[in-house]
């Protein structure tokens, strides 16, 4: 083992126990449970929400609209809900978001209930939580950070990251038990109790970071344009926002895209696809575990060199296309080291962004990230019509890969450590 991944004290003492010494902390604690909570009730929402207004309308049309309702005020709104996170007491911040979502699902709910109403009511609920989303996290993040505080950052994000994976490949199980039993409105009102009980796990914190003085004193729009300046200006923020964009831009977009038609002319159909799925799913609950466990001294460096590993060879075995196996198990190492790099670069920013700058920063990173996947979601269908789907599959993975290795090249990235060397207060 060389001295860049020595164990660290809390590695040596176990997973459990460092679980235990994370979830010591009473604000962590409740944090915990109210992202728990929160965060499966939202795990249900789009297996019911789909057979809801498929039951309503009949119409695919109508469910992508209501789908695009909610994702796209997710990044339109995304600064503004940084800057707000860094200018007003977070908690607030986070309960009023949380009691916002709650009102949206529960008319989302009654609406369904009711045997549905106008599609346009339900798609401007949708717009509404979407919307919340992007003043809750931001919020959320710079939260965590502050209350975890140094050398305890990649744990705690770590555990966040397990329970919102553990959901994510638990939540649509949850949601076919649930239909079972219940409607899908009743499963929507479901989700809607718990924002409300996550609201008041989250009330019953302690501070979750003060806004700056700076930052109240100056104008709302100086207080967002800062968050630009201050990513900008530091390079090593720039690297890692660029290559997420490029990431997604080509990664993603192919495999949600292309990888379903791939499924169907060669691999057996959706069943096949929702395999590849549950084992990337799987892959995160082990990198989540990873997140806890393995704490590197220059965590960017070997992120990044694990990413080269999940960057092109599910793209590259779908242009084979190879065997489904080989597939499942390239979609579990690749959900493995992409949920571990998630965990890291979460520590990483909460140790050496200052934190009455950290909900902009998370709003930068987050807005950069995605802003780039709707145009590729859009070209690769187009692309791979007009120089063939191999090509275009083969493509990707090389620009996916160039992606993270053009990392590397920077010495900012490679000697950053986990923390910035300053003694550091929470915000």
């Given amino acids: 083992m060389s001295a860049d991944t020595t164990p660290t004290q809390q590695e040596n003492a176990g997973t459990w126990r460092t ?16 992202r728990s909570i929160s965060v499966l009730g939202d795990m249900l929402v789009p297996v019911a929400l789909a057979f809801a207004i498929l ?12 789908l695009a309702a909610r994702a796209l005020p997710a990044v339109v709104f995304l600064l503004v809900g940084g800057a707000l996170g860094d200018r007003y007491p977070r908690r607030t911040i986070m309960v009023t978001s949380n009691i916002v979502a709650f009102a949206a699902q529960l008319g989302i709910g009654v609406v ?5 109403g106008p599609i346009w009511v ?25 209350v975890a505080g140094p050398g305890r950052r990649q744990p ?8 919102g994976t553990i959901c994510e490949v638990s939540g649509p199980a949850v949601a076919g038990l649930l239909l079972l039993a219940v409607s899908p409105g009743w499963v929507i009102v479901i989700d809607a109790a718990t924002f409300l009980i996550s609201a008041l796990l989250i009330g019953s914190c302690g501070p979750l970071g003060s806004p700056s003085g700076a930052a109240r004193r100056e104008s709302f729009w100086r207080t967002m344009s800062a968050g630009w300046v201050y990513v900008r200006r530091t390079r090593w923020l720039v690297v890692l926002i660029a290559s997420a964009t490029i ?54 460096l070997r992120g990044y060199q694990l990413m080269l590993f999940a960057a092109g060879p599910t793209l590259l075995l779908l242009a084979i296309p ?31 962004v200052p934190p009455g700058m950290l909900s902009r920063v998370d709003a930068v990173n987050r807005f950069g990230s995605m802003a780039l996947r709707p145009l590729g979601m859009a070209l690769v269908g187009p692309v791979a019509a007009a120089i063939g789907l191999t090509t275009t599959l083969v493509g990707g993975a090389m620009l996916t890969l160039a992606a993270v290795a053009a990392p590397l090249v920077f010495r900012e990235i490679r000697d950053l450590p986990g923390e910035a060397p300053t003694t550091e207060s929470p915000s």
Avoid: K, M
């Avoid at 401007?124 to 809750?136: D, I, M, P, Y």
């Fill in 322 to 352: 190879a065997p489904l196996p080989l597939l499942i198990c390239s979609e579990f190492v690749a959900g493995a080291i992409v949920t571990y790099f998630s965990t890291v670069e979460n520590a990483v920013i909460g140790g050496h």
């Fill in 156 to 163: 705690t994000f770590a555990l966040f990251s397990l329970v």
């Fill in 112 to 116: 369904i209930l009711a045997n549905g």
């Fill in 122 to 146: 339900i798609a401007a609920l949708t717009a509404v939580r979407g919307a919340v989303s992007a003043f809750f996290n931001p919020a959320s993040t710079a939260a965590v950070s502050a």
């Fill in 19 to 34: 679980t235990r010494q994370v979830l010591g902390n009473r604000t962590v604690r409740n944090l915990f449970a109210a």
């Fill in 247 to 300: 990431y997604q831009f080509s990664l993603l977009s192919s495999v949600q895209v292309l990888g379903p038609l791939v499924a169907n002319r060669s691999l057996g159909g959706s069943s096949a696809w929702a395999a590849v799925l549950t084992a990337l799913g799987a892959g995160g609950v082990l990198g989540s575990w990873l997140g806890l466990r393995l704490q590197a001294r220059r965590p960017l």
């Fill in 55 to 66: 039951d309503i309308t009949h119409d695919a049309a109508a469910l992508g609209v209501v």
